[in-house]
């Protein structure tokens, strides 16, 4: 008896200590992460470009390109003045790192944020959340979360700047960002059963709160990302004005769904080499813990993100006449080379050739970023006997988003406690 209640008494001293610690972590995290104050900086030209040396020029053979005779060729220069914007739960931590190559390749200066891994999402894009902004100070890549301003953006790139984002599937989305995010959203915690997903789909009017803290990661994420309301009836006519505005700031949109062929676009829009694009498929979910969508719940998950489904399917269009103009046979042998050089690279530098669970990663230096409750985004283990000529690119393709940024120079402080926070609630 007397050992019952002292466990009793150990279980309810543990929540009280766990909770006293979780209430004072998340109102210490609540304080850092309201918006910054906003100051009248006054405007500074930013120059034309701010790169430490030119990039290289090389010959490129034009083939059936929209603004070239077949067989052309020229002379380009890789573009280095990016903004990439970085759309959740779309392959984005794998692009991220393919541009963090290129940036330190070409030795480019990064607009990173200050103290944490985005530029204080949910709230709109501000350039004083830049690390170490002053007025007229010159940067070349911007690619880190936000919510999309682009008055502010504007501020902080020169005027030539090329700016690409990525789209995915808003049905399959949704189910990712539902898993990934559900947890951090309160009003799922009252749906009941074990499918919360299925139960919120049945019926998503009925649990879903427009005013609700973190309600916009559940509905239309993709149009928030772009700094739009998620919250707009398909009808609106925001929702085409949304688009258009869109549609005429980014010069390349790409598809998860058509992930190679979007590099191979990029590579052309900004004259890139095919090395520049070797990639390691980061922040790949597990697939036991991917939910399927029956035909029914797809319908109600396009149904339920319409806004964001005219979005795909407007620039689902747009990608497919770009992919035309490219050349639809070069397309499918530039695919294949880039799919046998990544092919390559993961028989050099990861051990066993694939990805594994987190709980099998041997390196606390390769472990990715988990959502709470559950580990399940797998990660990889690199090669004990890479050869030196490969061991630092194979180090870099396989290393995690945070790990990078740390290794850039941006102190994630305020990202870090809050993975302290995380663990203590998975304790």
Not at 256 to 269: Q, R
Not at 280 to 303: G, H, I, M, W, Y
Not at 403 to 419: A, D, H, P
Request: charged residues 20%.
């Amino acid at each position: 008896m007397v050992g019952k209640q002292g466990r009793q008494w150990r279980s309810m001293c543990k929540g009280l200590v766990l909770g006293t610690l979780l209430t004072s972590c998340m109102i210490l995290l609540y304080c850092l992460s309201a918006p910054q104050a906003h100051f009248n900086l006054p405007e500074g030209p930013v120059p034309y470009s701010c790169s430490h040396r030119p990039a290289q020029a090389h010959t490129r053979l034009f083939k059936n390109s929209s603004h070239h005779s077949p067989g052309q060729t020229g002379i380009c220069t890789p573009k280095v003045d990016i903004m990439f914007m970085k759309t959740h739960k779309t392959a984005s931590s794998t692009l991220l790192n393919i541009l963090f190559r290129f940036g330190e390749k070409h030795r480019l200066k990064f607009a990173f944020p200050n103290s944490r891994n985005d530029f204080f999402y949910p709230y709109p894009f501000q350039r004083s959340q830049v690390k170490d902004y002053r007025p007229g100070m010159c940067f070349n890549i911007i690619c880190n979360h936000m919510r999309f301003n682009a008055p502010e953006v504007a501020k902080v790139l020169p005027t030539d700047t090329s700016y690409i984002t990525i789209l995915r599937d808003p049905a399959e989305l949704f189910e990712s960002s539902f898993h990934y995010f559900g947890r951090l959203v309160p009003m799922t915690w009252k749906i009941p059963g074990e499918d919360k997903l299925g139960e919120f789909l049945r019926d998503p009017r009925h649990y879903f709160d427009p005013n609700g803290f973190n309600s916009f990661y559940l509905k239309n994420l993709l149009f928030f990302d772009f700094g739009q309301e998620n919250t707009l009836e398909l009808g609106d006519p925001r929702v085409e004005e949304g688009i258009r505005t869109i549609a005429g700031r980014f010069q390349l949109v790409m598809l998860v769904e058509h992930f190679d062929e979007s590099l191979m676009l990029l590579k052309d829009a900004l004259c890139w080499e095919m090395d520049d694009l070797l990639f390691f498929k980061l922040n790949a979910r597990k697939d036991s813990t991917v939910s399927k969508l029956t035909p029914e719940l797809r319908v109600k998950a396009l149904q339920w993100n319409a806004v964001d489904w005219r979005l795909y399917q407007h620039f689902n269009v747009t990608f497919w006449r770009k992919v035309d103009a490219y050349g639809r046979q070069r397309m499918a042998d530039d695919v294949a080379e880039l799919q046998r050089r990544n092919a390559v690279m993961a028989a050099v530098c990861i051990e066993g050739g694939h990805a594994v669970d987190a709980g099998s990663i041997q390196e606390t230096a390769m472990q990715p970023w988990q959502p709470i409750g559950e580990k399940s985004i797998m990660g990889y283990n690199l090669k004990n006997n890479v050869d030196k000529a490969h061991r630092k690119l194979c180090l870099k393709m396989l290393t995690p988003e945070l790990q990078y940024l740390t290794e850039l120079g941006v102190n994630l402080w305020i990202t870090k406690l809050w993975g302290h926070v995380r663990d203590v609630i998975n304790w």
